[in-house]
Nanobody, 119 residues
Framework: VQLQASGGGLVQAGGSLRLSCTASGRTFSSYVMGWFRQAPGKEREFVAAISRGGGTTSYADSVKGRFTISRDNAKNTVYLQMNSLKPEDTAVYSC?????????????WGQGTQVTVSS
């Protein structure tokens, strides 16, 4: 599966952005989807994940209550709605896919999209 992320940009603190990740192929619903981020000088960290059917989600503590992951299997797309953004949310955000249920490691990765939150 090939993944294409989009929707990043520059936003002021307190603002919102919605990231999208579109997958190629006809088996999108077979994959658990995740969002990760990497800030300059830091390791990549988990942000959120969603089950194949969308009924189960998981979030990092740092984004709970502010970010929402969702998916539209008919459009082969997973979304990350980011509200109440903080400067510490600044990072390159990447989407990932895997056939296993909420895996520790994901097999497929898209290119990142930059999110910059100004104070």
């Amino acid at each position: 599966v090939q993944l294409q992320a989009s929707g990043g940009g520059l936003v002021q603190a307190g603002g919102s952005l919605r990231l999208s990740c579109t997958a190629s192929g006809r088996t999108f619903s077979s994959y658990v989807m995740g969002w990760f981020r990497q800030a300059p000088g830091k390791e990549r960290e988990f942000v959120a994940a969603i089950s194949r059917g969308g009924g189960t989600t998981s979030y990092a503590d740092s984004v709970k209550g502010r970010f929402t992951i969702s998916r539209d299997n008919a459009k082969n797309t997973v979304y990350l709605q980011m509200n109440s953004l903080k400067p510490e949310d600044t990072a390159v955000y990447s989407c990932a896919a895997d056939r296993d249920y909420f895996p520790d490691e994901y097999d497929y990765w898209g290119q990142g999209t930059q999110v910059t939150v100004s104070s």
